[in-house]
């Protein structure tokens, strides 16, 4: 066999193949051929989570970290580094503190603090490659179960692992098996819910575009635990290239007997088949994503009955979200006294975040429980974009709440997270600055979240569509003082009344925004101001005539011929036809126009 | 291609091994013997490939874990091909003249037992870190 100097390992998460990585992998295999080198593998894994500077390469052994890579740059990699041994500085990452180049990834801050458990395969196997999750123990875990544990033997390590549900409620995953085991039926199921739907987020995407096999093995070890033999997986159609490599996984995994009947010959039958969504969030929340797999409509029904008594089908039916899955194996193999150790007193383990909103590294990272926001934020996430202030950052998408400067040495873990009126929620986080209006953020939510309301229960269906209504006629500057008491008051009734998760959780963003930012709030409603600068209707942009020029430069860039005014005479803005789209501010060399 | 017991499984994963242990050997290159051979014009005009092979291959059967990689011209044109070993702890030394015969000596004494062979070039100079 050959004996590869180089692997070459291309990004192939949605990310940068948005970015044309695909492109970049074709042409290495071009100029390698077209210059007779064989003994160099390229190879196309999942996300490294640096998403940022994608399209990223990296070469190993030496862990050359190159970022925003272009086709044209390949020859170049391939005639310097490869053939010469000489790093490409220029595509080296670029540290923002000290300016010089990082020519390995052990040294970029973004993964210094980070621990890789769920993520442990993405960014380094070929996901559509099941020798290459064999070679790093793969379903060695599920043989381990098979043939050493029972199944009730297999459950108490669960439970002992302290692994809790990564899908945000953070319920123990030992328990929850426990509960489908003790359920008697003919047939059971396993249910991967890959619903990922909070805006901003994409750890379940990654984690099946990157190491889809991890989650297929997980999903085995459940149905061995609880006494099921299918497995299904409700993943959304928005998210094709998942779908594409798990379905690739899911045959490989056939072919190699790993699925299927007599599962490494010790009588245990498992097989797994999609499902697919249309994208509706709602359908994230259990019962609902049930229903929807049975054909039905994708609305939340009461619980109990819980999906482990009766889900679907009808049949006793375990749950679980795709990070959950992923950490299964690893703590088999390394042993719930291994995993029970990292994390806080309460939450084991890591928890998979995806970075998003005006921070520098927005990106996939992997974090013990316990790390803090601010070192998720300053740290990995090299702070706020633009060397602005940070303003809040919202945890659990529209779910969940925003955390502001005072809570930025909160341990990241279920509890801590609680007690400062948020919640852990799936792993998104998006980071605010000093720009954002959080009257805004809030009606950003709940326009979602009212978009996304099946309408079966009023509260939900009315109440958020109301509560909407106010936050527009805030933002708008005719709110009233009595419209923010009534905005409360609307919130804790939904809170206290919605049918499911969705609604109930739906006012959060408005509650949590009203706690931390009422000042935001009461600017808008007396001052009819907008103290960020983002609500249009609160906002004027005005010519300081002292300053003025006459350059004409603004009055020429104007969309809408608002700017009036002779050469070298100071500019007028018309209110009435100015459409506060910002191009004069931008444009005037000296800073003669402000908003006000 | 059917895994019919966690055997099978295990032998499997020991065939694939080599598949990603380059990638894994260079996600902790601190703790394992790193070998760099000079490729440079001069180095490869001079047979430094065919000792890289050599070093790729022989590791490879001898099961040692090792990290071998091609580094640019060290500057020691006239002792062309040269290689840098650093075994883990050490501080790296410098061979000169090294063909497959004299690679395979330092594989044997140096790499394995930790004695030194002739070659030997000494470092004169400090790195700017």
Redesign the interface.
Same mark, same amino acid.
């Given at each position: 066999?050959t004996?590869?100097?180089?692997?070459i390992?291309c990004c192939g998460g949605t990310g940068c193949k948005a970015s044309n990585s695909a492109g970049i992998v074709r042409k290495f295999e071009a100029v390698l051929k077209e210059k007779n080198i064989n003994?160099v593998q390229v190879i196309t894994t999942g996300c490294f989570g640096f998403c940022e500077k994608g399209p990223i390469v990296k070469i !190993?052994?030496?862990?050359t970290f190159y970022v925003q890579v272009k086709e044209d740059d390949v020859e170049n990699i391939v005639n310097e580094h490869i053939?010469?041994?000489?790093k490409v500085e220029r595509l080296l990452y670029t540290d923002p503190k000290s300016e010089g180049h990082v020519s390995d990834s052990k040294h970029m801050g973004f993964y210094k603090k980070q621990m890789r458990i769920a993520l442990r395969n993405c960014g380094?196997?070929n996901p559509e490659d099941i020798?290459?999750y064999? /070679?790093?123990?793969?379903? /060695?875990a599920l043989?381990?179960v !098979?043939?050493e544990m029972t199944p009730e033997a297999a459950i108490d390590e669960m439970t002992k692992s302290g692994l809790r549900g990564r899908g945000g409620a953070g319920f123990p995953t030992g328990l929850k098996w426990g509960f489908a085991r003790k359920s008697v039926a003919d047939q059971k199921y396993v249910v991967c819910n890959a619903d990922e739907g909070d805006p901003g987020a994409f750890m379940d995407r990654s984690i099946l575009e990157g190491d889809p096999h991890s989650v297929i093995e997980a999903m085995a070890i459940c149905g061995y635990c609880i006494g099921a033999t299918k497995g299904l997986v409700y993943i959304r159609a928005e998210y094709p290239l998942a779908i594409k490599r798990l379905q690739i996984a899911i045959d490989q995994a056939r072919?190699?007997? !790993?699925l299927g009947k007599d599962i490494?010959?010790t009588g245990f039958e498992f097989d797994i088949e999609l499902r697919y969504g249309a994208g509706a969030f709602v359908c994230g929340e259990e019962t609902a994503l049930i229903h929807s797999m049975e054909g039905q409509r994708g609305e939340p029904t009461v619980k109990p009955p819980f999906p482990a008594v009766k889900g679907y089908m009808g049949k006793p039916t375990n749950v679980n979200n795709v990070e959950t899955f992923a950490n299964v194996p690893v703590i088999y193999l390394k042993g719930a006294d291994w995993f029970n150790k990292i994390g806080t007193e309460k939450s084991k383990g890591t928890k998979v975040f995806a970075l998003a909103g005006k921070i520098n590294n927005v990106g996939l990272i992997e974090v013990p429980m316990g790390t803090t926001l601010r070192e998720i934020i300053y740290e990995i996430g090299g702070g706020i974009k633009g060397g602005k202030k940070f303003k809040a950052v919202q945890t659990g998408g529209p779910s969940g709440g925003c955390l502001t400067e005072k809570d930025l040495d909160t341990p990241v873990d279920y509890e801590s997270l609680a007690a400062a009126k948020s919640i852990m929620g799936s792993g998104g986080m998006i980071v605010m600055d000093e720009d954002n209006c959080m009257v805004a953020i809030a009606k950003f939510y709940l326009d979602f979240t009212v978009d996304e309301s099946c309408g079966k229960c009023t509260p939900c269906r009315v109440g958020n569509k109301r509560m909407n209504e106010i936050l527009d006629k805030i933002i708008k500057g005719n709110g009233t003082m009595e419209d923010i008491e009534l905005l409360k008051n609307l919130a804790t009734v939904i809170q206290d009344t919605a049918l499911c998760g969705l609604g109930q959780t739906a006012p959060n963003p408005v509650l949590s925004t009203l706690n931390n930012f009422y000042d935001e709030y009461v600017a808008h409603v007396k001052d009819k101001k907008c103290p960020a600068g983002q609500c249009k209707d609160l906002l004027s942009y005005v010519i300081n005539p002292d300053k003025c020029m006459g350059c004409t430069a603004c009055a020429r860039k104007c969309p809408v011929a608002a700017i009036t005014g002779t050469v070298k005479q100071p500019h007028k803005i018309d209110q009435a036809k100015c459409i506060k789209c910002g191009t004069c501010l931008d444009t005037c060399k000296f800073g003669a126009i402000s908003k006000q | 291609? *059917?895994?019919?017991?966690?055997a099978? $499984?295990?032998k499997?994963?020991s065939e694939?091994?080599? &598949?990603?242990? $380059?990638?894994e050997?260079?996600?902790n290159?601190d703790s394992l013997i790193q070998i760099k051979v *000079?490729? *440079?014009t001069c180095g490869i005009a001079s047979g430094a490939k065919e000792v890289?092979?050599f070093y $790729?291959?022989e590791l490879?059967k001898q099961g040692i874990k090792a990290?071998? &990689?091609? &580094?640019?011209c060290m500057g020691y044109c006239y002792a062309e091909p040269t290689i840098e070993v650093k075994l883990p702890g050490k501080d790296p030394i410098v061979f000169g003249h090294v063909n497959v015969e004299k690679a395979s000596e330092i594989l044997e004494k140096y790499i394995k037992n930790g004695e030194l062979v002739e070659g030997i070039i000494p470092v004169n100079y400090e790195t700017v870190k």
């Open positions: 066999m004996h590869y100097r180089f692997h390992l003994d !190993l052994p030496d862990n053939i010469k041994g000489r380094f196997i020798r290459e064999i /070679a790093r123990e793969g379903y /060695a043989g381990k !098979l043939t072919e190699y007997g !790993l490494l010959g | 291609m *059917a895994v019919k017991s966690l099978d $499984l295990k499997m994963s694939f091994k080599n &598949t990603v242990s $380059l990638r050997n260079g996600d290159v *000079a490729m *440079a890289m092979d $790729l291959e490879d990290v071998v &990689t091609q &580094t640019g």
